[in-house]
């Protein structure tokens, strides 16, 4: 006995479906930037004003580091519902990202302030800053310099990231992309759209980074 299946083929209605998978896409990539990067900025800054913070703080961001990404939303998405407060898969989204970002941010952060040179900060504070005006005024701006290329880098990770969220149910743009795949078998139209929505992201940030870089280093 043979079985036949039917496919439906794409529709315009489809395409809402499609973008409205986009805009959850970005609207996970930019709360879990802005809470990553504020939360990666505190961390690393702790990590390097203090030796003994940075080694309580340690275990917490090699594990974060360690363990993929795809198996921390499926244990985010456990643990609240152990406890008997479960999230919505956005809140998950948003909770796992973050604390990522903030790891990778923190590890930006502590490379950026190191890589001030000892000699910069001590004529600072020479000429009568406090600490919190070195770093304002100092090490801040130069570590800056250092670590927004490579923030922009983590930046683009994340937003591509955001499609490993659909393990906890949340319909993103590769999720919407797949749910219409099942529907229709159209793959190959499908992937690419894909592709070039994540290219349309992703480009733009990145050119624009490349000016602003410029521009930081006053070219």
């Known amino acids: 006995m043979q079985f036949q299946f039917a496919y439906a083929g794409l529709q315009w209605g489809d395409m809402s479906f ?12 930019a709360i879990a930037t802005t ?8 961390l690393g800054w702790a990590r390097e004003a203090n030796g003994a913070v ?7 961001v090699d594990i974060t580091r360690s363990i993929p990404l795809l198996i921390q939303f499926i244990l985010v998405n456990s643990a ?3 406890l008997g407060v479960p999230l919505d898969p956005l809140q998950v989204g948003v909770l796992t990202l973050s604390l990522y970002m903030g790891v990778l941010t923190s590890e930006l952060v502590r490379s950026g302030l190191r890589s001030v040179r000892p000699e910069l900060t001590r004529a600072a504070r020479s ?5 919190w ?22 930046v683009l990770g994340l937003t591509k990231d955001t499609a490993l969220v659909s393990v906890v149910g949340y319909v993103e743009l590769l999720r919407a992309a797949q749910i219409l795949i099942t529907r229709t078998n159209d793959a190959l ?3 690419t759209g894909v592709g070039i ?9 990145s050119r624009y980074s490349r000016a602003l870089e410029r521009r930081l280093d006053g070219v």
């Open 197 to 205: 929505a994540y290219f349309l992201i992703c480009y733009p940030v």
């Open 127 to 131: 000429l009568g800053m406090t600490y």
């Open 18 to 29: 499609v973008l409205i998978g986009l805009s959850r896409t970005l609207l996970l990539a």
């Open 54 to 60: 940075s080694v309580l703080l340690a275990p917490y």
């Open 189 to 191: 139209l499908l992937l």
């Open 35 to 42: 809470f990553g990067t504020l939360l990666g900025v505190l």
């Open 80 to 82: 609240f519902s152990v």
């Open 133 to 154: 005006q070195e770093l304002r005024h100092v090490s801040l701006p130069l570590a800056l310099r250092t670590v927004f290329p490579s923030w922009i880098g983590t």
